[in-house]
């Protein structure tokens, strides 16, 4: 097939002996059912969700180096029980290191676009974080225009730093002509980020939420991640409790909130990249991170296999209909039978995911603050 053609010069095949060295795996487990890059190229259209390795952290210090985070994640991956058999998965290896860092993203746009192309899901197993600006020039390259949403305990605007892990965002969101009609950054730690970066990011109607608001209500992230295209996942927003290889902070998500998150994103509809960066092996404590991502990547699964029971909106017979009043507002809220999912109508007669809070809002006669930003937007 063509596009294996195109793609199979970016990448290194998997050595599969070294990630089953000690194992032979059942007819339960990701591992006997996954098609994987060893010898031959796997046929990919049967595929819905497609894994690649990207090993390049030299955004994130200095050296060239080559280290097998993404091998070590696959070995825990592979081995939990395949629960979602509808969802066919392919893994095609790693891509090749550059002889620049932006070889390298240059390499991994490529392949990313080229299996998006296809209508594939694309999981990204990193590498250090700034590898997302691969994956929005993938979009930006189809001129494509997204919503994007980044799991961090940081904001990555650091102008000072040598390092392009610690100030891509700039480079993403100012690029020209620039592709991103909305950002949420979710998971940000205050004590790390300069109060004026949060009020620039509000002047640019992006939306930013702190660690502890979303850990009070995490259910009020689905509807931010329905709406994305690109999500982006940086373990330093784990606690160092649940992910050792983060050295950030001790403070975070849990394990269980982290996999909460990302089965949101297997839940959306419209998100086509999700790329899990900062694991560095050298840093973790007996694999327990590259478990923790494993479980994250199950959990993905998870909400792939449940999001396909949705039905599409103009399906009337499949959603509950409230019609409802705020601020001299007519509106109307749907509500799924299937997933109990929720959205709301704008003026201009759209709808954009929301929650239930944001439907009792309304029927308080309250402006929905999801409503309003999705308004100054425009």
């Known amino acids: 097939m ?6 199979v010069d970016f990448i290194d095949p998997i050595n599969l002996q070294e990630i089953s060295s ?5 007819d339960g487990q990701i591992g006997k059912q996954i098609a994987v890059y060893d010898k031959d190229f796997p046929d990919l259209l049967p595929a819905d969700i497609i894994l ?6 030299r955004g994130a210090r200095k050296g060239k180096t080559n280290f097998n985070g993404p091998d070590i994640i696959r070995e825990q991956f592979y081995s939990l029980y395949y629960w979602h058999t509808d969802i066919k998965l392919a893994d095609i290896g790693n891509i090749k290191m550059g002889a620049t860092l932006a070889d390298t993203y ?3 746009k490529t392949v990313v676009a080229e299996l998006i192309g ?19 020039y993938t979009y930006a390259s189809r001129k494509k225009l997204i ?5 961090d305990a940081l904001i990555d605007i650091n102008i000072d730093s040598l390092f392009k892990n610690d100030n891509f965002l700039m480079e993403m969101l100012t690029d020209e002509p620039n592709y991103i009609h909305h950002y949420n950054h979710i998971g940000f730690q205050s004590y790390y980020v300069h109060p004026n970066m949060l009020e620039t990011m509000d002047k640019l109607r992006f939306d930013c939420f702190r660690v502890g608001n979303v850990k009070d209500s995490i259910e009020e992230m689905e509807p931010v991640i329905r709406n994305s295209n690109l999500f982006s996942f940086d373990i330093s927003s784990i606690a ?12 975070g998500f849990t394990g269980e909130e982290a996999c909460t998150l990302m089965r949101y994103a297997g839940l959306s509809p419209n998100v086509n990249t999700i790329g899990i960066y900062g694991y560095f092996p050298e840093k973790d404590r007996d694999n327990l991170t590259a478990k923790q991502i494993s479980h994250m990547l199950w959990y993905l699964l998870d909400g792939k296999s449940r999001g396909r029971r949705e039905a599409a909106l103009n399906e009337k017979e499949s959603f509950l209909e409230f019609h409802t009043a705020f601020a001299e507002v007519q509106t109307t809220f749907l509500q799924s039978k299937k997933t109990n999912r929720w959205w709301m109508q704008l003026p201009d007669q759209k709808y954009i995911a929301c929650s239930y809070n944001d439907y009792l809002l309304a029927s ?5 603050e999801r409503w309003l930003r999705a308004q100054e937007r425009g």
């Open 147 to 151: 919503e994007v949403t980044c799991v």
């Open 106 to 108: 240059a390499a991994l």
């Open 2 to 7: 063509l596009y294996n053609l195109h793609i």
């Open 364 to 368: 308080s006669n309250e402006i929905p």
């Open 240 to 251: 160092n409790a649940y992910a050792p290889a983060n050295s950030l902070s001790p403070n």
């Open 118 to 136: 296809i209508g594939k899901t694309v999981i990204i197993l990193g590498g250090s974080h700034d590898l997302t600006l691969s994956q929005y």
């Open 52 to 57: 690649v390795g990207c090993r390049e952290e």
């Open 22 to 26: 000690e194992q032979e795996y059942n």
